[in-house]
T-cell receptor, first 112, second 114 residues
Framework: GENVEQHPSTLSVQEGDSAVIKCTYS??????FPWYKQELGKRPQLIID?????GEKKDQRIAVTLNKTAKHFSLHITETQPEDSAVYFC???????????FGTGTSLTVIP | ETGVTQTPRHLVMGMTNKKSLKCEQH?????MYWYKQSAKKPLELMFV???????ENNSVPSRFSPECPNSSHLFLHLHTLQPEDSALYLC?????????????FGQGTRLTVV
């Protein structure tokens, strides 16, 4: 099955700086890579996703990059704000599979 | 609201009790999932249902028993739990499992076993 690894497990940045979270996957059949944000006491919610036919996707301050050859994808948050503080999960899934495989999560703290 | 509703939001139960968690979605999704989220641990997939059929059982102890009577409802029946089963139990749904579509999560049931 798929194995998704996520780094770092914790990340602290100053407000206004950028944050980068990296994930690797093992199954070359994986073709959909969502990122979820989970604020304290709340449900995980999708913030951005990327499909294997695209190398990069951007939505305002958030961007995701995908390197299919190296089997890794990254989340980039620019101009971080305190409300970006949360746990972020990456995931991978294949259209031939039957589940989402999640990374172990990154706890991001943005220091005002 | 994402369209996935879980009840109850909080549950405290003794080790000899029997209780059930409920999950409901009206998004027209055909796949539903149970995840366990413990403090400082990753999301652990427990069960996957696709068109009401269980397609994944991730080595979950038999004290957890899922039930999926239709594509909109998913239950997790609990009996003789252990204190280490205390966690946030999240339900999720997606249009189909393993396809390029978003998984929507419920708000979870915070379970405490005493």
């Amino acid at each position: 099955g798929e194995n998704v690894e996520q780094h770092p497990s914790t990340l602290s940045v100053q407000e206004g700086d950028s944050a980068v979270i990296k994930c690797t996957y093992s199954d070359s059949a994986s073709n959909y890579f969502p990122w979820y944000k989970q604020e304290l006491g709340k449900r995980p919610q999708l913030i951005i996703d990327i499909r294997s036919n695209v190398g990069e996707k951007k939505d305002q301050r958030i961007a995701v990059t995908l390197n299919k050859t190296a089997k890794h994808f990254s989340l980039h948050i620019t101009e971080t704000q305190p409300e970006d503080s949360a746990v972020y999960f990456c995931a991978a899934t294949a259209s031939t599979g039957n589940q989402f495989y999640f990374g172990t999560g990154t706890s991001l703290t943005v220091i005002p | 609201e994402t369209g996935v509703t879980q009840t109850p939001r909080h549950l405290v139960m003794g080790m000899t009790n029997k209780k059930s968690l409920k999950c409901e979605q009206h998004l027209g999704h055909n796949a539903m999932y149970w995840y366990k989220q413990s403090a400082k641990k990753p999301l652990e997939l427990m069960f996957v249902y696709n068109f009401k059929e269980q397609t994944e059982n991730n080595s979950v102890p038999s004290r957890f028993s899922p039930e999926c009577p239709n594509s909109s409802h998913l239950f997790l029946h609990l009996h003789t739990l252990q204190p280490e089963d205390s966690a946030l139990y999240l339900c999720a749904s997606s249009l189909y499992p393993g396809t390029n579509t978003e998984a929507f999560f419920g708000q979870g049931t915070r379970l405490t076993v005493v």
